[in-house]
């Protein structure tokens, strides 16, 4: 909004040329969303505290987990509120790429918001049912991904693999059902490990800030030549969304750090991996998402071992998965486990920067 605003101005008043340039404008995106976030932070702890809007406890998780409950939850409307707000008023708004991201965002937030009033309003732990959450969620991403090979016919349906510079099959329209399992299995996974206070926020912001290089990269001709990069032409606007996010995580955290203040709940944990895998998707970086989000990753796929180890062999593989439950139930403190898991995806964030090099 902003940038439609002061840009026409720059003809009558230099100062405002500055508003062209998505480096500046990704800035003030990040600390506009830093901003909100604090602000707003303390009132909606407060009227998520008089509504009675607090955890509800999964009665087969970690004990521990039990001192917990009623603690204020949907947190992630903040992160969500910040995020959009940010972007709306400074990215380019004819860009489609933006409001791609928004439909996935704001679709996946109100099924998690839909998911969050379920457990809260009727104090228990399941919400809306797995199928549910997962038709939703394939109805949404599939409208996003169609929407985007229809307003950008000449958008590439090829995969690219880091490392692999000579692979990059091209999908058709198979690229549809792909992109889709792409954003919906980022989606869970960030819903997978959100158990812990803090313990998703942080490779969100990683992963957020891996993509923000990337999604410059890819918009920029000469430096997606340099680097052997598919350039796609207006996938530099999502660095705004990615700045914004990665701010709007980090006031979030502010109120989210061990000991949580409040949860960010399924609203917050569906649209963030939702909006990651979208921008995975835009900047055709599908399969580097996998080693930036090396920590959703592995959340995810300990929980398919653990259930397919007890479904064929009737053992379990991890005392509790995701596994982030396996180390608490090891002993670990919980400050420990979070603080390792941030290290290990600043290490994966570094690894997927590198892919921009080795290919």
Same mark, same amino acid.
């Given at each position: 909004?902003?940038?439609? #605003?002061?840009?026409?101005?720059?003809?009558?008043?230099?100062?405002?040329?500055?508003?062209?340039?998505?480096?500046?404008?990704?800035?003030?995106?990040?600390?506009?969303?830093?901003?909100?976030?604090? #602000? !707003?932070?303390?009132?909606?702890?407060?009227?998520?505290?008089?509504?009675?809007?607090?955890? &509800?406890?999964?009665?087969?998780?970690?004990?521990?987990?039990?001192?917990?409950?009623?603690?204020?939850?949907?947190?992630?409307?903040?992160?969500?509120?910040?995020?959009?707000?940010?972007?709306?008023?400074?990215? +380019?708004?004819? $860009?489609?790429?933006?409001?791609?991201?928004?439909?996935?965002?704001?679709?996946?937030?109100?099924?998690?918001?839909? +998911?969050?009033?379920? /457990?809260?309003?009727?104090?228990?732990?399941?919400?809306? %049912?797995?199928?549910?959450?997962?038709? !939703?969620?394939?109805?949404?991403?599939?409208?996003?991904?169609?929407? @985007?090979?229809?307003?950008?016919?000449?958008?590439?349906?090829?995969?690219?693999?880091?490392? @692999?510079?000579?692979?990059?099959?091209?999908?058709?329209?198979?690229?549809?059902?792909?992109?889709?399992?792409?954003?919906?299995?980022?989606? $869970?996974?960030?819903? @997978?490990? +959100?158990?812990?206070?803090?313990?998703?926020?942080?490779?969100?912001? &990683?992963?957020?800030? &891996?993509?923000?290089?990337?999604?410059?990269?890819?918009?920029?001709?000469?430096?997606?030549?340099?680097?052997?990069?598919?350039?796609?032409?207006?996938?530099? =606007?999502?660095?705004?969304?990615?700045?914004?996010?990665?701010?709007?995580?980090?006031?979030?955290?502010?109120?989210?750090?061990?000991?949580?203040?409040?949860?960010?709940?399924?609203?917050?944990?569906?649209?963030?991996?939702?909006?990651?895998?979208?921008?995975?998707?835009?900047?055709?970086? =599908?399969?580097?998402?996998?080693?930036?989000?090396?920590?959703?990753?592995?959340?995810?796929? %300990?929980?398919?071992?653990?259930? &397919?180890?007890?479904?064929?062999?009737?053992?379990?593989?991890?005392?509790?998965?995701?596994?982030?439950?396996?180390?608490?139930?090891?002993?670990?403190?919980?400050?420990?486990?979070?603080?390792?898991?941030?290290?290990?995806?600043?290490?994966?964030?570094?690894?997927?920067?590198?892919?921009? /090099?080795?290919?």
């Amino acid at each position: 909004m902003l940038y439609h #605003l002061l840009v026409p101005l720059s003809s009558s008043s230099p100062v405002f040329n500055v508003f062209r340039y998505i480096t500046f404008r990704t800035v003030v995106a990040a600390f506009t969303a830093l901003l909100v976030s604090f #602000l !707003l932070g303390p009132w909606l702890i407060r009227r998520l505290t008089e509504h009675q809007i607090g955890q &509800t406890i999964r009665t087969d998780g970690p004990e521990r987990h039990l001192a917990k409950a009623g603690t204020p939850t949907m947190g992630g409307t903040l992160i969500l509120f910040s995020l959009v707000l940010a972007t709306i008023l400074l990215a +380019d708004l004819t $860009n489609a790429f933006v409001w791609v991201v928004l439909w996935v965002t704001i679709g996946y937030g109100l099924i998690g918001f839909a +998911d969050d009033y379920r /457990k809260v309003s009727q104090k228990n732990s399941k919400g809306l %049912s797995a199928r549910q959450k997962l038709v !939703l969620q394939i109805a949404i991403a599939a409208v996003g991904v169609s929407a @985007l090979l229809y307003l950008k016919p000449g958008f590439s349906t090829e995969v690219y693999f880091p490392f @692999l510079k000579q692979i990059h099959p091209d999908l058709g329209w198979l690229y549809l059902p792909f992109a889709v399992f792409v954003v919906v299995g980022a989606s $869970n996974a960030v819903n @997978l490990t +959100d158990g812990l206070d803090g313990l998703a926020i942080g490779p969100v912001m &990683t992963t957020a800030g &891996t993509y923000l290089i990337l999604s410059y990269a890819a918009g920029h001709a000469r430096i997606a030549e340099y680097l052997q990069i598919p350039h796609v032409p207006g996938a530099g =606007e999502l660095a705004i969304v990615c700045g914004a996010l990665v701010c709007a995580g980090l006031g979030f955290l502010w109120f989210n750090a061990y000991p949580a203040m409040m949860f960010m709940g399924d609203v917050g944990a569906l649209a963030l991996g939702g909006a990651l895998g979208m921008i995975a998707v835009l900047t055709k970086h =599908e399969i580097v998402f996998a080693v930036a989000g090396g920590v959703f990753v592995a959340e995810a796929l %300990s929980v398919i071992f653990q259930v &397919t180890s007890f479904r064929l062999r009737h053992k379990r593989i991890f005392r509790m998965a995701p596994i982030h439950h396996h180390f608490e139930l090891q002993g670990w403190p919980e400050p420990q486990i979070i603080v390792r898991f941030w290290i290990i995806s600043i290490i994966c964030a570094l690894a997927a920067l590198s892919t921009l /090099k080795l290919r």
